[in-house]
T-cell receptor, first 114, second 111 residues
Framework: EPEVTQTPSHQVTQMGQEVILRCVPI?????FYWYRQILGQKVEFLVS????????KSEIFDDQFSVERPDGSNFTLKIRSTKLEDSAMYFCASSEERAGYGYTFGSGTRLTVV | SQQGEEDPQALSIQEGENATMNCSYKTSINNLQWYRQNSGRGLVHLIL?????REKHSGRLRVTLDTSKKSSSLLITASRAADTASYFCATNTGTASKLTFGTGTRLQVTL
C-alpha cells in the first residue's frame, strides 16, 4: 500500500527558530496538503498545493508559513519563526484528485516549541 | 455548532457489539469522509460517501448520509478491540479541495 512519509516524527525547537517539516507524498498524486492538530483539538486545514502553487490556504497559514515542492518528490512546510502556539501534530496528505477521493495522510510530525 | 460535529464524544462498548457514531454538518457538501486515528498516529481514510449517495458499505463499516438533515452515521458491526481509536468525519464542500474535520468520537472496545 503506498504511503505518505513524514520526517521527522518528532521535532523540538526553541521559540523563534525556523523549522522545516518534510513530506514525501504518493508518487502519482497531484494534490498535496498540510493539516495540523493541536493536542485535544480538531484537525485543521492549513494549505493545499497543486501544480506547483498554493491553491487554497486557511487563516492559520499566515506569512510565517510557507510550502515548497523543491523537487519531484518532497513537499515541505516551513515555519519561519516558531511560536509556542505552533506546537501541534502536523500532517501531510496527498490525493489523486481534488475532491472526489479520500486522502492519504502521513503519520505526522509532532512539533514541540519550547 | 461548527461544521462537522460528532456525537457521542466518547463511546465504550464490548467486543462483538455494534458501534454507531454520528456526524452533523452545516453547509452543503460534495462528499463526506470518515477517518480513524489511533492514539498519536496519523489519520486513516475509511470510507467516502458522495452527496448523491445515501448508504455505503465497506467490510464491517456502514455509512449513511442524510443531506436533508445534514447528518451522517458510521456503524461498525461486530467490533473488535483493534477498532479502539478516534473516528472523525470530514466534509468536502463545493469546488474546494480542503477537508473540514469534526470533533471526533473516541471509541473504546473492551474484551
Amino acid at each position: 500500500e503506498p504511503e505518505v512519509t513524514q520526517t521527522p516524527s518528532h521535532q523540538v525547537t526553541q521559540m523563534g527558530q525556523e523549522v522545516i517539516l518534510r513530506c514525501v507524498p504518493i508518487s502519482n498524486h497531484l494534490y498535496f496538503y498540510w493539516y495540523r492538530q493541536i493536542l485535544g483539538q480538531k484537525v485543521e486545514f492549513l494549505v493545499s498545493f497543486y501544480n506547483n502553487e498554493i491553491s487554497e490556504k486557511s487563516e492559520i497559514f499566515d506569512d510565517q508559513f510557507s510550502v515548497e515542492r523543491p523537487d519531484g518528490s518532497n513537499f515541505t512546510l516551513k515555519i519561519r519563526s516558531t511560536k509556542l502556539e505552533d506546537s501541534a501534530m502536523y500532517f501531510c496528505a496527498s490525493s489523486e484528485e481534488r475532491a472526489g477521493y479520500g486522502y492519504t495522510f502521513g503519520s505526522g510530525t509532532r512539533l514541540t516549541v519550547v | 455548532s461548527q461544521q462537522g460535529e460528532e456525537d457521542p464524544q466518547a463511546l465504550s462498548i464490548q467486543e462483538g457489539e455494534n458501534a454507531t457514531m454520528n456526524c452533523s454538518y452545516k453547509t452543503s457538501i460534495n462528499n463526506l469522509q470518515w477517518y480513524r486515528q489511533n492514539s498519536g498516529r496519523g489519520l486513516v481514510h475509511l470510507i467516502l460517501i458522495r452527496s448523491n449517495e445515501r448508504e455505503k458499505h465497506s467490510g464491517r463499516l456502514r455509512v449513511t448520509l442524510d443531506t436533508s438533515k445534514k447528518s451522517s452515521s458510521l456503524l461498525i458491526t461486530a467490533s473488535r478491540a483493534a477498532d479502539t481509536a478516534s473516528y472523525f468525519c470530514a466534509t468536502n464542500t463545493g469546488t474546494a479541495s480542503k477537508l473540514t474535520f469534526g470533533t471526533g468520537t473516541r471509541l473504546q472496545v473492551t474484551l
